[in-house]
């Protein structure tokens, strides 16, 4: 499986991007699909993930401003994200995971892990 994510970019804050992920080699419409982002000198954190029940989850502080959401016949899942501030600028990371267990906000749990687009906000 490999997942090529997309998106990435500078913008200033305030404003908005939508990141994709889209998955190949097969169909992931049962597994946990996901993001996490990564800050210089900051730890790698969960940003949101949607199961393969549709059921989303959120880091508290982007509740409110960031969407998930999938399309299984595309194998894509999407990352809007508006109001965007500059503590939000980090390396976003794809991931998807058969995650039955509730782990979902733990890196450990996912399979599979794409590489990062850049999201830079600037002040």
């Known amino acids: 499986v490999q997942l090529q994510a997309s998106g990435g970019g500078l913008v200033q804050a305030g404003g908005s991007l939508r990141l994709s992920c889209v998955a190949s080699g097969r169909t992931l419409s049962s597994y946990a699909m996901g993001w996490f982002r990564q800050a210089p000198g900051k730890e790698r954190e969960f940003v949101a993930c949607i199961s393969g029940r549709g059921i989303l989850y959120y880091t508290d502080s982007v509740k409110g401003r960031f969407t998930i959401s999938r399309d299984n016949a595309k194998n894509t899942v999407y990352l809007q994200m508006n109001s965007l501030k500059p503590e939000d600028t980090a390396e976003y990371y794809c991931?998807?995971?058969?995650?039955?267990?509730?782990?979902?906000?733990?890196?450990?749990?996912?399979?599979?892990w794409g590489q990062g687009t850049q999201v830079t906000v600037s002040s």
């Open positions: 991931v998807a995971g058969s995650i039955n267990n509730g782990r979902y906000l733990y890196a450990p749990a996912y399979d599979y």
